[in-house]
């Protein structure tokens, strides 16, 4: 394993398990309702109205289009693109839901490398 892949991999874990919480029909991608509820979730001092929360979505339904499939929402890989253009903080995101990453994952800060 390269060096380059331990920081990436814990990144990749929490945006799944974060990914996985909200789309609640399991089809593979967030909806507008799904994404709703993920952005009100993470933001819980925030009182977002209708209108806000339309302006949000619509940014992240526009600027996101070639990681969106128009009948079924935002995929995957373009939740992760949301993170790595800084729209929010992954790892406050992911405690601030309360999530977890499996007991059987590796964790990538305790891996060691051995140079030959």
């Known amino acids: 394993m390269s060096l ?6 814990l990144r990749v874990q929490k945006v799944s398990k974060i990914f996985s919480k909200f789309d609640f029909n399991r089809d593979g991608h967030l909806n507008r309702d799904e994404m709703s509820a993920l952005v009100l979730a993470v933001n819980p001092k925030v009182s977002f109205s209708e209108e806000q929360m339309e302006v949000i979505l619509g ?46 994952s590796p964790n990538p800060t305790r891996k060691h490398v051995t140079m030959h």
Do not use: C, M, W
């Open 4 to 9: 380059g892949h331990i920081g990436p991999s």
């Open 59 to 104: 940014e992240v339904f526009q600027n996101y289009t070639d990681y969106i499939d128009n009948e079924k929402g935002l995929t995957f890989d373009g939740l992760l693109q949301t993170y790595d253009d800084g729209a929010g903080d992954i790892d406050r995101d992911f405690n601030e839901l309360g999530l977890e990453l499996d007991e059987g």
